[in-house]
């Protein structure tokens, strides 16, 4: 309205300046002129408060005051004026003008009627100007008829403890519109009858004539006496009551006072007797504005004052007076109209009331009666009383008389026939049914008589109440009758039909049957005469057959005995010639290799001795044999032999070949094997195989040795794959220990189409469709004449396992594996392939492990022959070799081998606890471990230096790369052994082996499978081991240890030789030379010795590009200019820069590589790269070795690995420039621990640190001052610090040198310097160095990024899933921008009409909650206009809150805000567009038909500063699953300020806090480990979450995510709390991480927990008084609670008294006087002296733990279901269960376990407790305002000990085997 009127065009005649002065004149807050005046201050007059005598009479004057001057400013009058119109009185005494002062509250009332005047009139100047602006007059033409609806709200009748003035005016109006209603009701009802020509009777109603008589008939009424005493100066409220008792004293609607003492009168309305209080009548009824004030406004300028007091120029008339101007300026008063009196307000709203009643009589009025139901706005609540006082009050009880009297009820005749005409017979109904008049009268006089209580007009018939009732009650019955009817017909038919449907059905039924039943009976007569004859010609076969088969068994025994005589004979002959053929070969062999390489190696002796021990011929095939021969016939084609000696030697080493030089064997001794811990061998009696099998094995299978085929696994398995396989192994097994015949008689040792190992690979990847491809590195095969190109990554890296790498990709996606009936089990196969076969099966599948060594042992167990059971143990220790049983089976496979042969047994035991220490293997036995197991001996190994120096170690199947790195680097003298690894050679293969967990065996076996593939015996593998530099570390000195550089430096000559390290220049190379001549030749060199010596280092090809004497001249040359050269340097001086400087110009060569396929990440392609990790940092290569990404070790923030990731092992990588990458990688764990240790060598060496805070300068100058951000240079010095918390550092800015606290520093793991730029991120915010780079932009763009892509956008989605667009008429002016806005998938700033999506569309009832949703969007991000303010949080929440609870309003969220993000050309629109998508991907994920659209959509714009995060919660949301809740406020205040992580504080019991990292994702137990970790504790089980508003403490969930957790109880708390309406609600919380099920918890067992939590949670507790304690232990607990909390400090031992309730329970402290607690506190507290803090809070808590209320949760609650127990009881929850506590006692009642509490309840006033069985049980009913908590910790403890029995009983109980 205000708008519609200041737009209004002002009219004729009238003022444009009126809005200003209106807003000028407007009434503001009083502030009591302390501030500047502003335009709503004008009505701040200055209260006269200064009092002063005039004259001898009292006055006031006005205060000086800043409001002062502003008033006149406003009112444009002169300050005199103003003035004395305050505090001054004028009238006109004989027409003489007379001045008298006002005292202060004269004046104070002067004062607010002036105020009052001007908003008066303001006021009507208002609504006048309303009253113009929405006026139309009448038109001109008569026949346009206006017509109006009025609305009257009128009064409600008053009667109140005090009624004055205001109450008899609002009466007296009430009075008037009752008479007004109740003669309109009469007059209506009188109308009706009359126009029906009904005859009726007078009604009888109350007038309250007389009562308005009372108060306006004049001369005499109430309002009239009441104008004429007002009229007299002398007349006061006294008088007029005297006169109202005196004129009135005998009318019956007056009410005199009850005594000459009371002031009031009485007045008898409609409603009721009401008495006023006479006070103030008078000034009240006058209320007239006095002259002086009138002159001043008529003095004032101001046009727009004058003009709403209605004053004129020449004169206007103000009441009796008026004003006129004289010449000399003065003002004259003179009488205008003396004998007519000023208006009095009684007079002017009896006028006003007169004029409203003459305009209700003109009109129809229709009456609303409004009925209040009660006084507290409550629903369902009716007050009698209040309810009939209206009813009363409002004259309903005489409209209800006047109806009641007449004829309620009336219908027309037409209404009436046509609802009661079912009353009538259908004859009658049928003849008049036209005639509605006939049909109602016939009906009334048939159900309701002729005795005329109902009557019967002109087109009505009126009805008494009962008559209606009685005529509704019989139509009522007339339809149920005919509706009964209907039923019944209907049924009938319906029944019928049914019947006659299933007697057909019956009939067919029967005919079948008996058909059936016939053919049945003669088939089974057939059937018997059939086996009659079947037995009897059976009979008669079977004498033929047993005299036939007599014959044959006589016939096969000779013939199978003459042919197996022939084949021993033939095989025997066969086995001589192939051994000494074999024989000859090797010693050929190694004759011409002994004479090649010089002296012969003479075997020891045992060796030697046992090696030329002839052979017992055996007697007969059937001699039992030992254990010895057995393993000689399985294996006896495998040589006894070193292994890597055989074949040429691999290109680039053929040079350590020629000068290889053996040193002496190593005994097996001084093998460094990492030790074992022995498990106690004491408790395995127990633990026996038959045990394991009747508890575990399925379908009744024994544990004894049998000789047929399973059909069933013996262990349980999930896969049908595994029980298969399981199978399949079965059978090889009985094959290997002969207890089943091999598929062809003549059986070959090689299978034709390859290894076993390749056809496992091939049958268990056959349904995977492909094959995977080979390692890259390791596979690669490069020709001779590009061997001499720098290939790093098929030199240097890991080759990996052919088993793992193909076939684990087939394991992990659960194709099938292995078909029984394959070819690899129906062919012959030879023993060492049987061995390949069973334990290939059993690496590439864990869940067969188990089950191989149970069918193992079972054939082991109870079987009697001699040659199967040592097959058996031979196959066992293999298999031990190579992997370990699981945890359950481990105790019972040590007592099987503990109990088998002395050969076997102790040698057996090894290998599994060897194999069980450093892990399963990842390829089968190879053939050198098969000849160990031969021999019961370790396997030697050659290891070649460097140097061309040979070492024969002893290994064993489970030896790893780590054990012999450090055995050479012992018994070399190298302590810098750190880098060093083992590398393997074979053909033109070099792979790096490392220095960790892999296994040396393993490598063997790869290079074997090599040798297969290329079509040779394993045997002729030509691998070798070479023990070589790998890698550097970055605090390599080349000085420390000399051992180690001159390794280093023949390791650079070679590889400079091979060509497998380049220089770039050729000085470089010349350089090198000429210090490998000094070395060699010293000081002095010869031209001729030279060239001796350059062959041996120059690769061949550079070598001949120039002449020898040309070589010769350059090398002696650089040799001469050398500082080496000139100053006699030593030549391990030269050695070490040849070193130094290899390492600072290969620093990729010198690196330990491996592979890894990109997952996620901001700057790498995702394909398989190589890391490279040396010492300067990680390198990522691309496979042509291009440098992708390089960062340093102070770049690397963490590196976290999860092994157990599906798909392969994981690791993810976070830098300091805020990226995180996630890669896919076999050598995962290797990657981090490689990092971890160089960043840990780097911090414990670096002397470079940041300083965290500031610390300024003090008096103290041996303290450094240093800002936050330093670099500090620590200087490592003794003596002067003599704690470890303060280091010696120089300030690298001031240069100032002091001592600084280690807390505030951080080491940056460097040894150089770092830079400006690394110091400046360092000491950056993550969101900062975010920001820092993302500014700096990549000068080369990806593979992956070229070209570049074009943004992505829902256009492509739209064409699917989206709406039409609606049709709209558009402006041509805004033509061009609706065809560039147009889409419906880009930026619109106008609201939706319809949703986006069709399926969201098609729901009529989420069209509206899809619009809502956008105008919110629109208004978070700016781009639509909106009155009320709207916080981010609320507009978040309208965006969100609906979307989380109809799933299919996500998709439109989605679609909405990538709408607006498209094309979106506003920057901050954009940027908060951005910040919604943030929260969006944190809640939900988009669907899978939109899910690639928007994953692209935010790939597609990279550079958004958002756009990579949203990416990765994409992606996390689709792992972890939505969200319930909306956004929490922290999430919505973090993101606006681009904020993507988030740190909480957990608040502990000690009144210490942590920050924590939590993000959108996190749930409540993540914060609970990481708090866990955080305080280092033992485990967190039991401990929880609790957050502590308002004044509630509610815990968490730990399944819950985080935020959604506080949400939850944030908006539980509000919903129950009241607030103030458009209020905002800020509930402040903290959150707590205490302990909350006090299972397992033992004092001392956790130091931390003890400390951190128990302590502090206990503490306060005991402290009330909750547990039951003596004196004695008071005191006792007094002295360590004094200890935990002052230490060692005595001072306040004097003060005990004071703290006395700091240490004693509050119901004990009367035991006894303050003195003597202290004397007793202070013994107590000199027995634990000697204790620290912590010892000090842990003897307290073990001294309550014996208490059986310890750990309890407390609740006083007031109980009802027990006599014998008090009203107010403590109820203790713990591990015990329920216990009922006496409050004052503290005797402990009762205790109910968990086990007798059937059910609980809970709500905000109660918490109930079903105790027992329903038949004999009780309840326990309590009261309590923390039902809530109570319900809560005994639903999380009946939990827990659920789920620990669960588990309990899961790991107990055995397999059921079935029948």
């Known amino acids: 309205m205000f708008a519609r ?23 503001g807050d009083d502030r009591g002129g302390e501030e500047a005046a502003e335009p709503g201050d004008a009505l701040r007059v200055p209260l006269p408060d200064h009092a002063a005598v005039f004259e001898n009479l009292d006055s006031s004057d006005v205060m000086e005051t800043p409001a002062f001057p502003t008033v006149l400013k406003l009112l444009e009058v002169e300050y005199q004026a103003l003035r004395d119109c305050l505090i001054k009185h004028s009238i006109i005494i004989r027409g003489e003008f007379v001045t008298r002062p006002l005292n202060i509250t004269q004046a104070a009332d002067r004062r607010d009627a002036f105020v009052k005047g001007i908003y008066g009139h303001l006021f009507l100047w208002i609504v006048k100007k309303i009253n113009t602006a929405i006026f139309t007059p009448p038109a001109q033409d008569p026949k346009n008829v206006r017509r109006a609806i009025g609305l009257l709200d009128i009064f409600g009748f008053e009667n109140f403890q005090n009624n004055s003035f205001e109450q008899l005016c609002i009466n007296f109006a009430n009075e008037h519109l009752q008479q007004f209603f109740v003669q309109h009701v009469f007059t209506m009802e009188q109308e009706e009858y009359l126009s029906e020509n009904i005859a009726w009777d007078y009604i009888h109603y109350n007038d309250n004539r007389p009562t308005l008589d009372l108060l306006a008939l004049k001369p005499m009424s109430i309002i009239s006496l009441l104008d004429e005493e007002s009229h007299f100066p002398q007349g006061t409220d006294t008088t007029m009551l005297q006169k109202l008792n005196s004129v009135h004293a005998n009318n019956k609607a007056y009410l005199q006072p009850r005594n000459i003492h009371d002031a009031r009168f009485g007045i008898a309305h409609f409603a009721g007797e009401v008495y006023y209080q006479t006070e103030g009548f008078l000034e009240k009824n006058r209320d007239m504005l006095s002259t002086d004030i009138l002159t001043l406004v008529y003095s004032s300028k101001n046009k727009f004052l004058k003009e709403i007091f209605k004053l004129e120029s020449a004169g206007t008339k103000l009441g009796q007076s008026t004003i006129i101007q004289a010449s000399a300026g003065s003002q004259l008063f003179k009488s205008a109209d003396s004998s007519k009196q000023p208006s009095t307000l009684a007079g002017q709203f009896k006028k006003s009331l007169d004029q409203l009643m003459k305009i209700l009589t003109s009109c129809q009025p229709y009456f609303i009666r409004c009925i209040k139901p009660n006084e507290y706005k409550k629903p369902l609540l009716f007050d009698r009383d209040l309810c009939l006082r209206q009813l009363r009050y409002s004259g309903m009880m005489e409209t209800v008389h006047i109806r009641r009297s007449g004829f309620p009820i009336r219908y027309t005749f037409q209404e009436f026939a046509q609802r009661f005409g079912v009353l009538l017979p259908s004859a009658v109904r049928l003849q008049l049914r036209d005639k509605a008049r006939q049909m109602t009268l016939r009906i009334a006089e048939m159900q309701l008589g002729t005795d005329k209580e109902w009557k019967v007009g002109k087109t009505k018939i009126f009805l008494k109440d009962n008559q209606d009732t009685l005529l509704e009650v019989q139509r009522t019955q007339t339809l149920d009758k005919a509706a009964i009817n209907i039923q019944r017909v209907l049924r009938g038919y319906k029944y019928r039909k049914e019947f006659l449907r299933q007697r057909r059905a019956a009939v067919t039924l029967q005919a079948r049957w008996r058909g059936y039943y016939n053919k049945r009976n003669f088939k089974q007569i057939l059937l018997g005469f059939e086996r009659l004859q079947a037995i009897a010609r059976s009979q008669w076969l079977a004498k033929q057959y047993q005299t036939m088969r007599q014959r044959m068994v006589q016939l096969q025994a ?19 010639v192939i051994q000494a053929h074999a024989r000859g070969m090797a010693a050929r062999r190694n004759f011409q290799q002994q004479k090649a390489n010089g002296p012969l190696v003479i075997p020891a002796e045992g060796q030697k001795s046992q090696s030329i021990l002839p052979t017992r011929k055996r007697k007969s095939i059937y001699d039992t044999i030992t254990d010895t021969e057995m393993v000689e016939q399985v294996f006896g084609f495998l040589p006894s032999m070193i292994g890597g000696q055989e074949g040429q030697a691999p290109w680039r080493f053929e040079d350590l070949e020629a000068k290889s030089q053996k040193l002496p064997e190593v005994d097996l001794d001084t093998v460094p094997l990492v030790e074992e811990s022995e498990d106690d061998v004491d408790g395995l009696a127990e633990y026996t195989f038959p045990k394991f099998a009747a508890t575990y094995f399925q379908k009744s299978a024994s544990h004894t040795h049998i000789r047929r085929p399973l059909r069933y696994p013996l262990l349980y398995h999930e896969e049908d794959a595994d029980c298969s396989a399981a199978l399949a192994v079965w059978n090889i097994i009985l094959r290997f220990m002969g207890d089943l015949p091999e598929p062809v008689l003549f059986a070959r040792n090689g299978p034709p189409g390859g290894s076993v190992t390749r056809q496992i690979r091939d049958s268990l ?10 390692h890259c590195g390791s596979t690669q095969k490069s020709s001779r004449r590009d061997r001499g190109s720098k290939d790093i990554s098929s030199m240097k890296l890991k080759r990996s396992s052919k088993i793992t790498s193909q076939v684990t990709s087939q394991l992990n996606i659960g194709e099938e594996a292995f078909e029984p009936d394959g070819p690899i089990s129906d062919r012959p196969m030879s023993n060492l392939e049987k061995v390949h076969f069973i334990v290939g099966y059993a690496i590439l599948r864990p869940n067969l492990r188990d089950e191989i060594y149970c069918q193992i042992c079972k054939q082991l167990s109870e079987n009697f022959k001699t040659s199967c059971l040592a ?39 090894e290998r599994l606890r060897r194999t069980y220490a450093n892990g399963v293997r990842t390829e089968p036995p190879t053939w050198l471990e098969l000849q160990a197991v031969k021999s019961k001996k370790h396997i030697p190994i050659h290891v070649i230096l460097v140097t061309g120096e040979s070492l024969t170690v002893m290994v064993d199947s489970a030896s790893t790369s780590r054990e012999v790195c450090l055995h050479i680097a012992h018994k070399q003298g190298l302590s810098d052994h750190l880098g060093f690894s083992l590398q393997v050679a074979v053909y033109d293969k070099f792979w790096s082996l490392g220095s960790g967990r892999d296994h040396v065996m393993d490598t063997v076996a790869q290079c074997e499978q090599l040798a297969r593939d290329r079509g040779e015996n394993e045997r002729q593998s030509p691998w070798r081991i070479y023990f070589r530099k790998e890698f550097f570390t970055p605090w390599h000195d080349s000085q420390e240890d000399p051992v180690s550089t001159q390794l280093i430096y023949r390791q650079v000559l070679h590889g400079v030789w091979s060509g497998e390290y380049n220089f770039e220049k050729e000085d470089d190379l ?11 030749l010293g000081a002095s060199v010869g031209s001729e010795a030279v060239q001796e010596l350059l062959p041996s280092c120059i690769p061949s090809k550079l070598y001949k590009t120039k002449p020898p004497e040309k070589w010769a001249s350059l090398v002696t040359a650089a040799h001469a200019k050398a500082q080496y050269t000139q100053k006699q340097a030593k030549p391990l001086a030269v050695q070490e820069q040849v070193v130094d400087t290899a390492r600072l110009q290969w620093p990729l060569l010198f690196s330990r590589l491996f592979e890894v396929t990109t997952l996620s990440g901001p ?51 976070s830098t300091l420039h805020e990226e995180e990458y996630k890669f896919m990688s076999p050598s995962s764990v290797a990657i981090a621990e490689l990092v971890a240790m160089f960043l840990e060598g780097l911090k414990e060496r670096s002397v470079f640190a940041m300083a965290l805070q500031n610390r300024k300068a003090t008096d103290d100058t041996t303290i450094l001052p240093f800002k936050k951000g330093d670099l500090l240079i620590l200087t490592k010095k003794q003596g002067l610090l003599a704690s470890e918390n303060w280091t010696l550092g120089q300030n690298d800015r001031t240069g100032k040198t002091g001592l600084v606290p280690t807390a505030c520093l951080y080491t940056i793991p460097t040894v150089t310097k770092p830079s400006a730029q690394l110091m400046s991120l360092l000491a950056m915010s993550p969101e900062k160095r975010k920001l820092a780079a993302q500014e700096v932009q990549p000068t ?7 070209p570049k892509e074009k943004p992505h956008t829902l256009e492509e989605f739209s064409y699917e899933f989206f709406r039409a667009p609606e049709k709209e008429t558009v402006r041509r002016t805004m033509l061009p921008l609706a065809r560039t806005q147009g889409h419906l998938w880009a930026h619109s700033s106008e609201p939706l009409r319809q949703p986006l999506l069709k399926q969201v569309h098609a729901n009529a009832e989420l069209r509206d909650p899809a619009c809502q949703i956008f105008i919110g969007i629109l208004r978070y991000m700016g781009d639509y206009p909106s009155r009320q303010a709207w916080t981010s949080v609320e507009l978040a929440d309208q965006i969100f809150s609906l979307a989380l609870q109809e799933s299919a309003l996500r998709d439109e969220v989605y679609c909405q805000i990538l709408k607006q993000l498209t094309h979106n050309t506003t920057r901050y629109s954009e940027e908060r567009g951005w910040q919604l998508l943030w929260l969006c991907t944190g809640l939900f994920p988009p669907g899978k038909a939109l899910l690639p659209h928007a994953q692209k959509f935010v790939d597609t714009r990279r550079k958004k500063l958002l756009a990579p995060d949203c990416s990765r919660r994409i992606q996390r949301i689709l792992r972890t699953g939505p969200r319930k809740q909306p956004p929490h406020p922290v999430e919505v205040e973090a993101i606006e300020q681009n904020i993507s992580r988030i740190c909480h504080k957990i608040y502990f019991p000690n009144d210490t806090s942590e920050m924590l990292e939590v993000g959108t994702y996190t749930r409540v137990r993540d914060v609970c480990q990481g708090i866990a970790t955080r305080l280092q504790l033992s485990s967190w089980e039991g401990c929880s979450l609790f957050i502590k508003i308002a004044d509630k403490v509610i815990s968490q969930k730990e399944g819950d995510f985080f935020f959604d957790s506080l949400r939850q109880v944030s908006d539980w708390v509000k919903k129950n709390k009241p607030q103030k309406e458009g209020a905002p609600v800020t509930l402040p919380y903290q959150v707590y991480f205490m302990r909350k099920l006090w299972l397992n918890v033992t004092p001392g067992k956790d130091v931390n927990a003890d400390t951190v939590l128990h302590y502090h949670q206990e503490l306060p507790k005991y402290l009330r008084g909750f547990h039951k304690c003596s004196q004695e232990d008071a005191v006792h607990l007094a002295g360590l609670i004094y200890k935990a909390q002052f230490d060692n400090n005595r001072s306040q031992l004097a003060s005990i008294p004071k703290i006395l309730r700091e240490l004693v329970p509050e119901n004990l402290t009367r035991l006894m006087s303050s003195e003597e607690w202290r004397k007793n506190i202070l013994l107590a507290y000199d027995k634990h002296k000697d204790k620290t803090v912590e010892e000090a809070k842990v003897a307290f808590l073990k001294g309550i733990c014996r208490w059986p209320t310890f750990g309890s949760a407390f609740f006083e609650v007031k109980q009802t279901s027990e006599p014998s127990y008090p009203d107010i009881i403590l109820i203790a929850i713990n591990r015990h ?54 319900d809560d910790l005994l639903t999380s403890y009946v939990q827990q000990l659920l789920s620990a029995m669960n588990k309990q009983r899961g790991s107990q109980t055995p397999a059921l085997a079935d029948p």
């Open 1340 to 1346: 080369e763009p990806l593979p992956e990024e070229q």
């Open 1163 to 1213: 700057r790498l392609p995702k394909t398989q790269l190589i890391l490279a990790v040396n010492w300067k940092g990680m390198y990522f290569l691309d496979q042509r070795e291009k440098i992708l990404l390089e960062l340093s070790f102070p770049e690397v923030v963490s590196l976290i690995t999860n092994r157990e990731a599906q798909g392969g092992q994981r690791l993810v990588l």
């Open 1070 to 1080: 010349v350089q090198l030379l000429a210090k490998h001549c000094y070395v060699q």
């Open 5 to 27: 009127l200041s737009g209004t065009p002002a009219p004729p005649g009238s003022r444009g300046a009126e809005l200003p002065h209106l807003l000028r004149h407007a009434p």
């Open 871 to 909: 097959r058996g143990w031979i196959l066992l220790s293999l298999c031990l070799g190579c992997f370990p049983p699981s945890e359950r089976f481990m105790k019972y496979l040590l007592n099987f081998i503990g109990q088998g042969p002395a050969g076997y047994g102790p040698f057996c035991a």
């Open 1777 to 1830: 269960g329920v216990l009922l506590i006496h409050p004052k006692t503290k005797e402990l009642l009762t205790t109910y376990p968990f086990t007798k509490i059937s059910s609980w309840s809970s709500g905000s006033t109660y918490f109930h407790m079903a105790l027992g069985s329903l038949a004999r049980g009780s309840r326990l009913l309590c009261e309590t305002s923390l039902g809530y908590k109570m």
């Open 765 to 774: 990847g056959r349904e995977g469709g492909t094959r995977s491809p080979p």
């Open 558 to 576: 000779l013939c199978r005995g003459y042919l197996v005589r022939q084949q021993v004979q033939a095989k025997r002959r066969a086995v001589v």
